[in-house]
């Protein structure tokens, strides 16, 4: 049986191979790779497992005393090139790489650099001065801390186009089960039809599964104190219509409820609502999301939302977190209540759009995008969420202009941009607005809603190297 393969890869000095020629492990002293757990946390570190620590026997020989060094020498460096690239600095990720049998198609780790502050990248032997005298430097302990994923082939698979937004989008099945949380990057395709959008704040909801992530048009809820209406300005309303809660009723309290698609395995669901108060200066309205399973009397429901007199633009409110009872599509229920009633006619009533949530779990990504530029010359355009683990310390989110790769918009974003699931599957719903607040959906020049296609790559990765 061929040997494994160790080296390390993206060093200024080259490929750094360890194979007994020059470089070489102590086979006198077992090593394998340790192997990362689950982080505990949230906070801190890159992913869904912890970062690992490696300490390796190893050798160095060569022909003559100056080459033995030098070839130490250019170790030290890639360790110390890893710890810069960590910190933030211009310079290449360093690789451990491990090819299974010799077989050609290594799986890699990246190197973050030393151990700890102030830890040794080398432990030498008490006998270094002696055993460079022979050509020769070891048992050498290398130490460096890397990630815990082992990255190895990846697999891309696409949706369907839509027709508008928002929609939700699920990118073919993949060819094989994830066993551990798999990291992946994501793009969505928007076709602008040739005509120049405006800024966009955009949220792409990520999740292992289409049920997982729900959206319903205010205008076919259920509840008897709002009416459906056409949208009565130039933007396009989501499906052509909206819901106009009315403020001027005896009732303070204002409701509509959806039946939703989420699974009995859902236990927490974060909700969303695209919204417009049209009091200029009179009524805040305070929002407030609710939930319950299907047959229960008892709810759990959301902080208080106040969107303000005065700050009457279209915008995605986060309404929060709510916990429920495993069931299978559980109620949503969007409570609206004005800080006054009777006043003003409909110009201080509020207008529901739709109303959107995802279920919460290791799987579930929200990021939200301020200010996309997806003005182009030719009419496409796309947003891409990259892990870069192997390439960069952490993730990227950027738009191709043309689709071609020439002109690139990178926009401020918040949420966790890494990436990971352990479904076959991945879905993705796109919703927005323009950054003016004058749009309830993503529109091109043409006031057209801008169609979308979902493309995703999927790395597949191990915690022990196989």
């Known amino acids: 049986m061929a040997e494994d393969v160790v080296s390390i890869t993206g060093a200024t000095a080259g490929t750094i191979t360890f194979d007994g020629t020059t470089y070489g492990i102590d086979t006198r002293r077992e090593w394998r790779p340790n192997v990362a757990s689950r982080r505990r946390g949230t906070l801190g570190g890159r992913g869904s497992y912890s970062d690992v620590v490696e300490t390796i026997p190893i050798f160095i020989r060569s022909n003559t005393k100056a080459e033995v060094k030098t070839k130490l020498n250019e170790l030290i460096a890639a360790i110390d090139q890893a ?17 299974a049998d010799g077989a050609g198609s290594p799986i890699t780790s990246t190197i973050l650099g030393q151990a700890g502050n102030n830890a040794q990248w080398l432990v030498l032997s008490p ?51 994830a066993p551990i949380s798999w990291p992946y990057n994501v793009e969505v395709f928007f076709d602008l039809g040739g005509s120049a959008a405006p800024l966009q704040d955009i949220y ?46 005896d009732s303070n309290v204002k409701w509509l409820y959806f039946d939703t698609t989420f699974p009995n395995t859902v236990n927490r669901i974060a909700l969303y609502a695209m919204v417009r108060n049209r009091s200029a200066a009179t009524v805040d309205w305070t929002l407030t999301g609710w939930v319950n399973a299907a047959g229960v009397s008892t709810f759990s429901y959301t902080r208080n939302t106040v969107i303000e007199a005065g700050d009457n633009v279209r915008q995605l409110v986060y309404l929060g977190v709510v916990g429920v009872e495993p069931s299978t599509n559980p109620r949503v229920y969007v409570v609206a209540n004005p800080s006054t009633t009777g006043a003003g006619g409909d110009v201080d009533d509020l207008d529901v759009d739709f109303v959107c949530g995802i279920a919460i779990d290791e799987d579930s990504h929200v990021v939200k995008m301020w200010d996309v530029n997806v003005e182009t010359t030719d009419g496409d355009t796309n947003v891409q969420i990259d892990h870069r683990l192997d390439e960069k310390p952490s993730p990227l989110v950027s738009m191709d202009l043309d689709s071609d790769s020439s002109v690139w918009h990178y926009p401020v974003y918040q949420g966790d941009a890494l990436l990971m699931s352990k479904g076959t599957v991945v879905a993705a719903m796109v919703v927005g607005n323009d950054t003016a607040g004058t749009d309830w959906v993503l529109e091109d020049g043409g ?3 801008i169609d979308l296609t979902l493309s995703v790559t999927r790395n597949k990765a191990f915690l022990v190297p196989q």
């Open 83 to 99: 710890s810069r690239w960590w910190r933030g600095e211009p310079v290449t990720a360093v690789l451990l790489n491990w090819d």
């Open 127 to 177: 006998k270094y001065r002696e055993h460079l005298d022979q050509f020769v430097i070891g048992p050498i302990n290398l130490s460096f801390v890397r990630h815990g994923l082992w990255l190895g082939t990846t697999e891309t698979k696409a949706s369907s186009a839509s027709t508008g937004n928002p929609a939700i989008l699920t990118a073919a099945t993949f060819t094989d089960d």
């Open 204 to 249: 792409v909801f990520v999740q292992s599964a289409a049920n997982k992530l729900w959206l319903a048009e205010a205008e076919a809820r259920d509840g008897d104190s709002a009416t459906g209406i056409s949208d009565e300005v130039v933007a396009t309303a989501s499906a052509g219509n909206l819901t106009r809660i009315d403020c001027d009723s």
């Open 447 to 449: 006031a057209s809603e």
